[in-house]
């Protein structure tokens, strides 16, 4: 449930860093609601990731909860910011993904 749980807080912090990038391509009223999405997502992501760290070592909740979240931000960039997509970019984001793996499966918990 904890692994559960740590995912889903990673994907509230893709969802928190996208409501910054969307809150800076807008402007008044909408602005104020993207950054009162990016509040919201924000606190779930950490409530989220402190539940987890309650079961699952720090260093490898950490690691994989900030992994989570560097490669789907990197993803939205990608597919929803059109930032470039290159393949030294996708080169890292797919060498992320798989540490992530990794520290799954060498996980204890």
Same mark, same amino acid.
């Given at each position: ?36 999405? %990016?509040? @919201?997502?924000?606190? *779930? ?5 402190? =539940? /987890? ?19 789907g931000t990197a993803l939205v960039g990608i597919f ?10 996708? %080169?890292? @984001?797919?060498?992320? *993904? ?5 520290? =799954? /499966?060498?996980?204890?918990?």
């Open positions: 449930m904890s692994w559960l749980l740590l995912v889903i807080g990673g994907l509230f912090e893709v969802a928190f860093a996208s409501c910054l990038g969307k809150a800076k391509e807008t402007a008044g009223t909408e602005m104020y609601i993207w950054y009162g999405a %990016f509040l @919201i997502c924000l606190i *779930i992501s950490m409530l989220l990731l402190m =539940k /987890a760290t309650q079961e699952l070592p720090i260093g490898t909740a950490y690691a994989v909860w900030t992994g989570i979240g560097a490669v929803i910011f059109k930032d470039p997509a290159t393949f030294w970019r996708l %080169f890292f @984001i797919t060498t992320l *993904i798989g540490s992530i793996i990794g520290l =799954k /499966a060498v996980s204890h918990s």
